[in-house]
């Protein structure tokens, strides 16, 4: 079955700081891609992958990062956390054309 | 109906009873897709429909497209307390990689 998990599930962070979150996907899929949800605005895609090496800037990308090391692995990062990042995270997996398979979500709170 | 940045729209039903949930989006799409998402989980998809087609089930889920007014529409017959979530509708971007434009959702509360 298709999988795909995000560590950590829950992270605290203090503003300034530095925040990765990880994903890692067993489908095998070239597409990956970085969500965050907020009340009101929905699932809207930060940075997204076409494979190993690759990093494309989403609809919303201005303070964050991504990095695919690997065809199963894709981070996001957070150079300078701000409260404003306060959110849900969610990573998916996908092919064009088909479904994206979303992991279970990264609640993040920058105080 | 969802679409930009209208307020999510919340439903309450009796189980039982259908509901029905409308999506229109903006740009030409060739598919679409609705994704519902349970309290604390990641959305997960239902159903994915083609422009070629006007209509598509999957056992109590009816998915329509119209493409003349880019619109979409998710039927779910003889709903049960376990439908109670926020469905998306997601209409996938002509350009490379699979990108996907969520609407904000319709929360769906189905009582007991």
């Known amino acids: 079955e298709a999988a795909v998990t995000q560590s950590p599930r829950n992270k605290v962070a203090v503003t300034g700081g530095k925040v990765t979150l990880s994903c890692n996907q067993t489908n095998n899929h070239n597409n990956m891609y970085w969500y965050r949800q907020d009340t009101g605005h929905g699932l809207r895609l930060i940075h997204y992958?076409?494979?190993?090496?690759?990093?494309e800037k989403g609809d919303i990308p201005d303070g964050y990062k991504a990095s695919r090391p690997s065809q199963e692995n894709f981070s996001l990062i957070l150079e300078l956390a701000t409260p404003s990042q306060t959110s849900v995270y969610f990573c998916?997996?996908?092919?064009?054309?088909?479904?994206?398979?979303f992991g279970p979500g990264t609640r993040l709170t920058v105080l | 109906s969802q679409w930009g940045e209208e307020n999510l729209q919340a439903l309450s039903i009796q189980e039982g009873e259908d509901v029905t949930m409308n999506c229109s989006y903006k740009?030409?799409?060739?598919?679409v897709q609705w994704y519902r998402q349970k309290s604390g989980k990641g959305p997960a998809q239902l159903i994915l429909?083609?422009?070629?087609?006007r209509e598509k089930r999957s056992g109590r889920l009816r998915a329509t497209l119209d493409t003349s007014s880019q619109s979409s529409s998710l039927s779910i017959t003889g709903t049960l307390a376990t439908d109670t979530a926020v469905y998306f509708c997601a209409t996938e971007r002509s350009s490379a990689g699979n990108k996907l434009t969520f609407g904000i959702g319709t929360r769906v509360l189905v009582r007991p």
């Open positions: 740009t030409y799409t060739t598919v």
């Open positions: 429909i083609r422009s070629n087609e």
């Open positions: 998916a997996s996908g092919e064009k054309g088909y479904e994206q398979y």
């Open positions: 992958s076409y494979g190993a090496g690759s990093t």
